[in-house]
């Protein structure tokens, strides 16, 4: 029996998705819920498991290719020949496609019986469109001549969702004349700039490309202001030194000083509840809820995972989400729902050694923080009695970029100092 492998819905807002590459090729064996392949939407790039057991019959769309969501993209066999428990006769590529159009007698769908037997899908004038293309294009009165002249950057000159909506955007001052594309003599004018091995020019890939525009928005659309305070985790240091081992045989995973800084923040963010809110217009929207984004590296880019209802989470809580959810970041386990709809967020630049740093606002949200390196340091120690010494602290800086529209300095400033304080006075009762 045939199962199909079709483009997931990740999420409300996602209509298609990029196959980015296929783990396994056709006649390779497969087990239930196995990766088999890699896609990327605008959100977040995962890995798809099998939806069944057997052998993969057939690649319907390759790599490269963007499709709407419910397209069928593979075939699997799971008959009980294909899994090896009678030998599988050889079948010549017409049988096979007969047996194939045997399967699909009384299709629901002509598009996914024509996708699954490797039929050329609908086209329109002399190229091929995607559903999508074709249905954004109807709604906006797009003739088939007008796409006809659209140069499409995907695979095979094909015409995009992005290559449609970016000629929407500027088409009450296009004429119907053809895009310009590139001529022989501007490719040897690109060479003559940029000669070989001199540089190498390399494509964005689908994240890096939707990052570099979030973050151009973000600076465009807000005003930052940035706020640096030092606080002293010498408490929280300790704690977790003598608390590391029964922590982890605990729960299996280290005990960091993520939780603790999300926690603190959480509480600041409780006091001060217009740092979790947005901007729509000339009014603030206050969220009820904290949705708690922490930047994740992942190998595709940066991923702000975010712990829904953070507030609602008790301390240990909090670290097996960060835990969770940096774990299927890295192995590309995250759903595009997963990323989505934060209020607050988090960037440890730290990790990495450095110790200052100024992040740009996540949007919608108005206010990040940004985390650096936790280092022991000689500071000025003063006692009750007013007596000054030098002391070995463990202190890292903590950095609030914030939306000047709508916080202040002195509400920023307030913000920023609770956080300092609810770490550097934590109440380590709460932690088990």
Known sequence: MLVDVVMPKMGESIQEGKILRWMKKPGDKVE?????LEISTDKVDSEIPSPAAGFLSKIVVPEGETVEVGTIIAAIETSAQSLGIAPLPQRT???????????????SDTRERDA???KSPRREGNRFYSPLVRSIAGKEGVSTGELERLEGSGLGGRVTKKDLEEYLKTRSARTNAPVPSIQPADLKEVQRKYPAPGYEVVQMDNLQQKMAEHMVRSVRTSPHVEAISECDFTKVADFRARQAERFEHQEGFKLTFMPFLVEATIRALKAYPIINSSVEGDKIVLKKSINFGIAVAAPTGLIVPVIKQADERSFLG???????LAERTRAKRLLPDEIQGGTFTLTNFGVFGNIIGTPIINQPQVAILGVGAIK???????DVDGNDSIGIRSIGYLTLAFD????DGALGGQFLAKIVANLEQYDFSRVF
Do not use: F, M, S
């Open 32 to 36: 239930l819920d196995e990766t088999i």
């Open 93 to 107: 590529p017409a049988a096979a496609e007969k047996g194939a159009e045997a399967a699909l007698a009384q299709p």
């Open 116 to 118: 699954l037997l490797g």
């Open 318 to 324: 909090i670290a097996r989400a960060i835990h969770d």
């Open 376 to 382: 022991k340091r000689p500071v000025v120690l003063t």
């Open 404 to 407: 000047h529209r709508i916080i």
